[in-house]
């Protein structure tokens, strides 16, 4: 009778516990005063870069990285206007990006908004022309190849989220290369020569 008892009270208190943080506000605000807001990314590497745009893609402000460590910057954002700015860090195969909404002296950060973008690896080994991409958002993904400036091969590619192409080039036709590849708003350029 005893182990019944303690069994129901047990019971009774892990429900009352389980309806006291169902009843909790856990909504998090994400609005802070837009007067300063830092932003910090660790583990950054020489050569990679942080830029802010506009919601028209303009760059309003971009920096590349001197050396590796922990990147902290805090920033003024009362002269922006009103708007949706994007966040990027871009690293060596792929871009972070965050958008903040500025309304009023306000800013939001949307994180439901962030996303990875990863960038095409493009390489060329002797007569070997070879590209990968990583596309989990299907984005089309168009590639010209270009030579001496004349183009000589275009391809559209839709709905993969893996793309792994190797091109054989000439070995007779030999000078200056270049692809060009489209995707997720962005252009990739890789000039190279046989």
Do not use: C, W
């Not at 007067?35 to 893609?57: L, M, P, W």
């Not at 994180?111 to 596309?135: H, N, Q, W």
């Amino acid at each position: 009778m005893r182990t019944t008892m303690k069994t129901i009270l047990l019971v009774t208190l892990m429900f009352g516990t389980l309806i006291s943080y169902a009843n909790e506000n856990t909504n998090t605000t994400n609005t802070v005063d837009v007067k300063r807001v830092k932003v910090e990314y660790k583990n950054v590497k020489k050569g990679q870069a942080f830029i802010i745009k506009d919601e028209n893609g303009i760059i309003i402000f971009k920096q590349k990285f001197q050396s590796s460590g922990t990147y902290s910057k805090t920033f003024d954002l009362t002269n922006l206007e009103d708007g949706i700015y994007t966040t990027e860090l871009e690293k060596d195969f792929e871009y972070i990006i965050k958008k903040i909404d500025v309304k009023n002296g306000f800013v939001t950060f949307l994180k439901e908004e962030t996303k990875k973008v990863f960038k095409p690896v493009i390489r060329s080994k002797g007569d070997l022309l070879l590209i990968s991409k990583i596309a989990f958002n299907n984005q089309p993904l168009k590639i010209d190849l270009y030579y001496k400036g004349d183009i000589i091969h275009s391809e559209k590619l839709e709905g993969k989220n893996l793309v792994n192409r190797v091109y054989k080039l000439s070995e007779t036709e030999k000078g200056n290369y270049k692809v060009v590849i489209n995707t997720d708003n962005r252009t990739y350029v890789k000039s190279f020569n046989i």
